[in-house]
């Protein structure tokens, strides 16, 4: 059975700085792409970040880009994301997602890709002003 479980989330001052992560388990971590995800109160999902399964390729979506950093041991099976100038509008349920069919991030990871995989429940990030 797939697990994956974040951890890490909590309160902090904008400009601050925070690391998720995410512990997986059940499923061949090293071969699965994987995702960072967000989701606000009342807006939509939001693609953060994916990273290839090997760790060497690695995509951002505009509003975190130059802020945050993905990465992963897969030695360990964990996902981390370190999240640096933190904005009120950072603030959100941080998810974990696997691609358990592939293990590359598509041009259109933040769209699809993750969807028939796997998640975790979630991790809180609230930013205050």
């Known amino acids: 059975q797939v697990q994956l479980v974040e951890s890490g989330g909590g309160l902090v001052q904008a400009g601050g700085s925070l690391k998720i992560s995410c512990t997986a388990s059940?499923?061949?971590?090293?071969?699965?792409?994987m995702a960072w995800f967000r989701q606000a109160p009342g807006k939509e999902r939001e693609g953060i970040s994916c990273?290839?399964?090997?760790?060497?390729?690695?995509a951002y979506a505009g509003s975190v880009k130059g802020r945050f950093t993905i990465s992963r041991d897969n030695a360990e099976k964990m996902l981390y994301l370190q999240m640096n100038s933190l904005e009120h509008e950072d603030t959100a349920m941080y998810y974990c997602?696997?691609?358990?069919?592939?293990?590359?991030?598509?041009?259109?990871?933040?769209?699809?890709?993750?969807?028939?995989?796997?998640w975790g429940q979630g991790t809180q990030v609230t930013v205050s002003s």
């Open positions: 059940g499923l061949n971590f090293g071969s699965a792409a």
């Open positions: 990273i290839s399964y090997h760790g060497y390729h690695s």
């Open positions: 997602a696997a691609d358990l069919q592939g293990g590359v991030c598509s041009g259109s990871w933040h769209k699809g890709q993750f969807n028939s995989g796997s």
